[in-house]
């Protein structure tokens, strides 16, 4: 059971819901917050202020009254207005995760809705009914605005929505799970929709698979490097410790545990020193560890935000026009963790190629199978790896530096933070698939050298075993690619390892 007030939502507790349905609970505090600030719009209403979104119009047309008598139309239409997506419909755990968020900011007691509302959405959460979300019309700012109104459409009984598996009338699914549509009420349309958790949700979905693909991709690493026998210097404690940065450091640290009782590593090496790809691994990964971190703290930060406007501040009774909306910083840290994920993969590629190249793998065949000529072994993988780097130096680059103007020049700068969220969700997807590639064709290096690898390296190593058999004549080569990709996406490999090393920490453990 996640409880949400509005403070404490990690990461994890957005996996946990969006995809293992952890129930959600609203806290007591939250609870008197909410029923506190309902009160607060519902005395300057009364009061005859004027009150954006609510006695009047949205944006340019904020400079046209709207009495209180129709301030439930309003909000309806708001919501109508703004259901203006397109494109093919978001996982339901993107959903869930964006669902999970907005119930946490309106915990936080400052956007005025009332009680039951916030009680509805939960509801709606626990009893997965997941509104059938368009991907592409949000620029980010004021948040998701048509994203956001296709979710509140269901709240209404209005739209569509997964019921197991299908898509059907929003009325409908809320009544095969016994919950009742909500009539919205003043500051109820904008309190569902202007917010950035669509996007933010996605991203935090990201965070969590980042974490654990740059986990395997150093391991990945470490595969590469005893199959190479790269000389374990370049790891070495005090190179690393007199450049203190953290996600250096880290990734060294966990390269030694990797490779702890290597019988590969350094043998038959000639060489004074190895080849940047491998002897900068440390210092390649090491910034995307620390770039990660950067954004974990950032999406956090917004997860546990008011996010919304106007706000209202109950102990004052008064209400504020601002700009919390604006989805800035989630879009700029959702940007560089695309490029930081781009970088993974290039540098695994780079492996790739020496793993390929008889010129520089150190003694193994080309392309890694015997009998080259009437085989090509594992050649034309590379050419996928590559292919899919390719395709991440086109998705790295950012949508934030973007720009348009909206809504009569009013909304004259946003963030494009929805097109970064679906950009980096197939950087991670290109990632892994690179990674496979990666850990398939150390793997196939190894069974050529016939010596004891790492400790880490030789728990990825049987894991792959398990699903791809060595490479002794050609073959079909995507369904071994497919099967490895699937082992790191279900944390098998990580598992496997970290069972057999212990835990590969990101953050830097100074000894």
Known sequence: MIQIDGKKLRIEDVHEVARNHDR?????????????????VEDLVADGQLIYGVTTGIGELARVYVPPEVGRELQKRIIFSHSAGVGKFFEEDEVRAAMLLRANTLSKGYSAVRLRLLETLIKMINKNVVPAINEKGSVGTSGDLSPLSQMAEVVMGEGRAFWKGKVMKGGKVMEKAGIK??????KEGLGLINGSQMFTGCGALRVYDSIRLVKTAIIASAMSADALRTPLRSYDKRVHEVRPFNGQNAVAQNLRKLLRGSHLAGKKSSKVQDAYSLRCI???YGPSVDALSYVRGQIEIEMNSVVDNPLFFSDERKQIPCGNFHGQPVAIALDLLGI?????????????NRLMNPNLNVGLPAFLVKGEGLNSGLMVAQYTAASLCSENKLLAHPAVVDNF?????QEDHVCMGPIAARKLKEI??????????????????????GDKPGAGVEAAYREIRKVVKPLKTDRVLWPDIQAVAEKIANLDILNAVENRVGELKLVWQRR
């Open 282 to 284: 440390p210092q390649v």
């Open 24 to 40: 959600v609970k609203l806290a007591a505090a939250a609870r008197k917050a909410v029923l506190k600030c309902r009160k607060t």
């Open 428 to 449: 991670v997807w290109n990632v892994t698939n690179v990674l496979a590639i990666e850990m398939m064709s150390a793997a196939q290096a190894i069974d050529f050298l």
């Open 405 to 409: 103007s909206m809504a009569a020049d």
């Open 340 to 352: 930081a994920m781009s970088e993974i993969g290039g540098l695994s590629e780079r492996h790739i």
């Open 181 to 186: 549509p909500v009539t919205l009420s003043f």
